[in-house]
C-alpha cells in the first residue's frame, strides 16, 4: 500500500541545523517530495528528488534519499526563525500523479 | 503570473447544508487537483482532472461529493449535504501535466470548511 510517515515534532535552537526523517513504503514512487505549509498559507514545494538520486542539494537544504530502506531526510542549515513551520514529505509515481502526503512534522525554533 | 486562486478562503455552514468551492488554476494548465486536508493531516487526493475529464475520483465520496471542470478551466467542488466530518482545508492545485514534460503542482491556499 501507499503509506508516508515522519514524526510530528522538532525542536531546534536557531543556527543549529534541522534534520526532518520520514519513511515511505511505495517502491514504485518516482519523485519524493518536501513541501513547507505555514500558517494560512498554501503549500510551497520546497524541493524534489528523483528515485534514482542519493543526494540532491538546494542552498541551506540538503536532501538524502536511502531508497533500499525507503528513507528520506531533510536537512535544515544554519535554522532561522523563518524556518518555523510544517514540513510534509511526499511521493508520487509521476509528477503529474496524485501525491501521497506525510502527516507533517513541526518545526519549531528555539532562540 | 496569478497563482492557483481558490475562493472563498473560509465558510462556516450548517451541517446538512450544501457547500461549494471554487479554483481557478494557473493559466496553461491541464491538470487539476482537488485535496482535502484534515486537522493534523496531510492533504489527501479527492480528484484529478486533465483538462476536462475526471481521471482518478477514486478517494471522492460521490455520495454526497461532486465536482466538474467545464472548458478544462475552472473547477468547483459541491458537497451536498454537508456532514460534521467534512470540516477541513479543501486545497486545489494544478500542474502543467504533460507526458514527458511534468511540472510540479502548484496550490492554492485552500477554503476552511467549518460545518458546525
Known amino acids: 500500500g501507499e503509506d508516508v510517515e515522519q514524526s510530528l515534532f522538532l525542536s531546534v535552537r536557531e543556527g543549529d541545523s534541522s534534520v526532518i526523517n520520514c519513511t515511505y513504503t511505495?517502491?514504485?514512487?518516482?519523485?519524493l517530495y518536501w513541501y513547507k505549509q505555514e500558517p494560512g498559507a498554501g503549500l510551497q514545494l520546497l524541493t524534489y528528488?528523483?528515485?534514482?538520486?542519493d543526494m540532491k542539494q538546494d542552498q541551506r537544504l540538503t536532501v538524502l534519499l536511502n531508497k533500499k530502506d525507503k528513507h528520506l531526510s531533510l536537512r535544515i542549515a544554519d535554522t532561522q526563525t523563518g524556518d518555523s513551520a510544517i514540513y510534509f514529505c511526499?511521493?508520487?509515481?509521476?509528477?503529474?500523479?496524485?501525491?501521497?502526503f506525510g502527516s507533517g512534522t513541526r518545526l519549531s525554533i528555539r532562540p | 503570473e496569478a497563482g492557483v486562486v481558490q475562493s472563498p478562503r473560509y465558510k462556516i455552514i450548517e451541517k446538512k447544508q450544501p457547500v461549494a468551492f471554487w479554483c481557478n488554476p494557473i493559466?496553461?494548465?491541464?491538470?487539476l487537483y482537488w485535496y482535502r486536508q484534515n486537522l493534523g493531516q496531510g492533504p489527501e487526493l479527492l480528484i484529478r482532472?486533465?483538462?476536462?475529464?475526471?481521471?482518478?475520483d477514486s478517494q471522492l465520496p460521490k455520495d454526497r461529493f461532486s465536482a466538474e471542470r467545464l472548458k478544462g478551466v475552472d473547477s468547483t467542488l459541491k458537497i451536498q449535504p454537508a456532514e460534521l466530518g467534512d470540516s477541513a482545508v479543501y486545497l486545489c492545485?494544478?500542474?502543467?501535466?504533460?507526458?514527458?514534460?511534468?511540472?510540479?503542482?502548484?496550490f492554492g491556499q485552500g477554503t476552511r470548511l467549518t460545518v458546525v
Open positions: 493559466s496553461g494548465h491541464n491538470t
Open positions: 528528488i528523483f528515485s534514482n538520486m
Open positions: 511526499a511521493e508520487s509515481i509521476t509528477m503529474a500523479s496524485k501525491i501521497i
Open positions: 482532472y486533465e483538462n476536462e475529464e475526471a481521471v482518478d
Open positions: 511505495d517502491s514504485s514512487s518516482t519523485y
Open positions: 492545485a494544478s500542474s502543467h501535466g504533460v507526458y514527458g514534460a511534468d511540472t510540479e503542482a502548484f
